[in-house]
């Protein structure tokens, strides 16, 4: 089984400037997360999906951050203008079903991004 | 929301010794409660996690209680071995349908041969 994937691995930006990260979730997985890690924390909730509408975004800094899931599948996470405090890991993450299996989070390997 | 607090942030211990991982949460609603280890560079990988309705479970040498009425919970980690050191995460799930995930801060382990 594939699992999730995530690009770019690594993004190097200036401040100001925008950046937007793409997430495929392992196939038929309705609930989609973003996390955002900043280093030496645990991931932080951006942003969750379920199938192609936002269960939770109140931690999403909605004047700088967007997300989309279209189609119930791929996501993208966007930002624009990017601040030196957005340099973190994003983490996608998906999820088959709470109810019928044990309703672990599968997560991408991460995109790195660092603000300049 | 639920909110989740973990201790210590750092713990080393000396290769055969076991080590403790301790988590509260705040919504007396959460039902789940997974650990994730995190390799230096790597994704967070889900390692045990335990239900509501149950005290205690353990897989090996790696084992999680729960207190529902202390809303706490520990991983136990006996027998460590040098690649047990990682970070590890704890979570807690509300009961509620959105399937939210919150994670504590992290416990960085380090396991000393």
């Known amino acids: 089984e594939a699992g999730v994937a995530q690009s770019p691995r690594y993004k190097i930006i200036e401040k100001r400037q925008s950046v937007a990260f793409w997430c495929n979730p392992i196939?038929?997985?309705?609930?989609l997360y973003w996390y955002q890690q900043i280093l030496g924390q645990g991931p932080k909730l951006l942003i969750q999906?379920?199938?192609?509408?936002?269960?939770?975004d109140s931690q999403l800094p909605k004047d700088r951050f967007s997300a989309e899931r279209l189609k119930g599948v791929d996501s993208t996470l966007k930002i624009q203008p990017a601040k030196l405090e957005d340099s973190a890991v994003y983490l996608c993450?998906?999820?088959?079903?709470?109810?019928?299996?044990?309703?672990?989070?599968?997560f991408g390997e991460g995109s790195r991004l660092t603000v300049l | 929301g639920e909110n989740v607090e973990q201790h210590p942030s750092t713990l080393s211990v000396q290769e055969g010794d076991s080590a403790v991982i301790k988590c509260t949460y705040s919504?007396?609603?959460?039902?789940?409660f997974p650990w994730y280890k995190q390799e230096l560079g790597k994704r967070p990988q889900l390692i045990i996690d335990?239900?509501?309705?149950?005290g205690e479970k353990k897989d090996q040498r790696i084992a999680v209680t729960l207190n529902k009425t202390a809303k706490h919970f520990s991983l136990h980690i006996t027998e460590t071995q040098p690649e047990d050191s990682a970070v590890y995460f704890c979570?807690?799930?509300?009961?509620?349908?959105?399937?939210?995930?919150?994670f504590g801060s992290g416990t960085r382990l380090l396991v000393r041969p």
């Open positions: 999906f379920q199938n192609n509408g936002v269960v939770d």
């Open positions: 335990i239900r509501s309705n149950v």
């Open positions: 919504d007396s609603a959460s039902n789940y």
């Open positions: 979570a807690a799930k509300g009961a509620d349908s959105s399937y939210k995930l919150i």
């Open positions: 196939s038929g997985h309705a609930t």
């Open positions: 993450a998906s999820v088959g079903g709470w109810a019928s299996n044990t309703g672990e989070l599968f």
